[in-house]
DNA sequence: AGAAATAGACCGACGGTCGGTTTGTTTCAA
DNA sequence: TTGAAACAAACCGACCGTCGGTCTATTTCT
């Protein structure tokens, strides 16, 4: 095979860039170090040059999109012209602006990753994410309690809980997507927001904020993102 | 090897038996179907006779477990004498009563169910144990929402962001340990207590139940629970 | 020169298959 | 009633293909 050397982070990103494709496309455990070599045109021997194992291949698919998402939340977090509540409110709206980018991708994303081959995808993906969410929110929230304008003791633990609840606000992403495809429009748009508007209640009792301060869905939310 | 003969039933509880062991002890991953049947005493073709694959047998592993504890707590649950909160409160008492009777087997569990080559373990058992009680959880709380006694417009919603705070505390009990075992007894006791007191609050805010009506914890439980 | 990067043949372990054997039960003719 | 033939289910273990990972040799760049 022809002999090309390129520089590490080059290298080890297109490694990454292969991995992430593939393991979506077709489940963690269905994708072999084999295929993503092939896929990224090099050898096994300098692949593990560059990973220690697949797990580490999985895992800097992880940490890289984790990052990706900080890079794009962290701004609206610190937004310094706003308080605790409104930053917060800021990163459910961009949130929700990130899904709604990349709801196409995303789709597939949920399909793949509640499959029982993806376990491990998903379980990295979750880590990662909640790691570099953790601090942010619980920033945000301690500020906030120093502020006065929502009540939560223990800032590290109502975070960590908070973001807990992402999972299930997942599950029913991934179950209304199902339900659209299946035909069930209404439906599928139906169970989402009222789902999501259930989150928002669940947070605005938890830090005790007035009642719909929080905004965790905007109209026509879900029909968006369904139908993109 | 010698060939005895068993009701399907004594037979796949055994390999059930041995699985649970060896996952729990070594991990899954690192557990071979050899593993498996050396300690059941069975061969390869039998193995297979009864699961279809090893993944099939870590489901089986994982509903069992919950289905066990089903038993145990859904007549605590479904006490005809109590009234939402107090079903509630019943449920939480009989899961922390579990949590010491187990305490010993539980702390391996722990130690298991977060390391790495575990993540399929750790995800179909938290799966088994959502799909048990999310039921049992739902009914309690679409009755106490009639009875007026809690507040929560979507029960089914409502189970389920209860029950994904489980994790977080799981997550906790799992952290304490570890500092438990790394000497910082007292930080570890306060730790976790901190946080079950921090769950309970969270709940109590969440269903609209006057302060103190939920009783995640009782004096001294997080001690007991981490010297047993 | 030598360190970093690349190639790819090779290895061992593992999940799973397959053809065949044993055991127990049912059926039915003598 | 008996017992042997037929059948189904449980069981055996050698074998296979795949896959993650290793190793040695080679190339490239500084």
Redesign the interface.
């Known amino acids: 095979m022809v002999r090309t050397k390129k520089s590490p982070e080059v290298r080890s990103n297109e490694l990454i860039d292969c991995a992430e494709r593939l393991f979506f496309q077709h489940g963690y455990e269905n994708t072999t170090v084999n295929d993503v070599i092939r896929e990224a045109n090099l050898s096994k021997g300098a692949f593990y040059h560059y990973f220690v194992s697949k797990?580490a291949l999985l895992e800097a698919v992880a940490t890289r999109l984790a990052q990706r998402n900080l890079k794009e939340l962290q701004p609206l977090a610190e937004d310094p012209s706003l308080d605790a509540v409104g930053q917060l409110n800021a990163l459910f709206a961009g949130s929700r602006r990130l899904k709604l980018d990349m709801a196409p991708q995303l789709k597939n994303t949920f399909n793949a990753l509640f499959k029982?081959e993806n376990?491990?995808l998903?379980?990295?993906i979750d880590e990662a994410l909640l790691a570099v969410s953790l601090p942010l929110v619980a920033q945000m929230l301690r500020r906030g309690h120093q502020e006065g304008s929502l009540d939560a003791?223990?800032p590290e633990?109502?975070a960590?809980?908070l973001l807990?609840?992402r999972?299930?606000v997942a599950?029913?992403m991934h179950k209304a997507l199902q339900r659209y495809d299946a035909g069930d429009i209404d439906g599928a748009a139906a169970m989402l927001d009222?789902?999501m508007r259930?989150?928002g209640?669940?947070i605005e009792?938890?830090l005790?904020l007035p009642e719909r301060s929080i905004e965790m869905t905007e109209p026509g939310f879900a029909r968006a993102f369904l139908e993109a």
Chains 1, 2 share one sequence.
């Open positions: 797990e029982p376990v491990a998903y379980h990295r003791p223990d633990a109502a960590m809980m807990e609840l999972l299930s599950k029913v009222g789902w259930t989150y209640i669940a009792r938890f005790k």
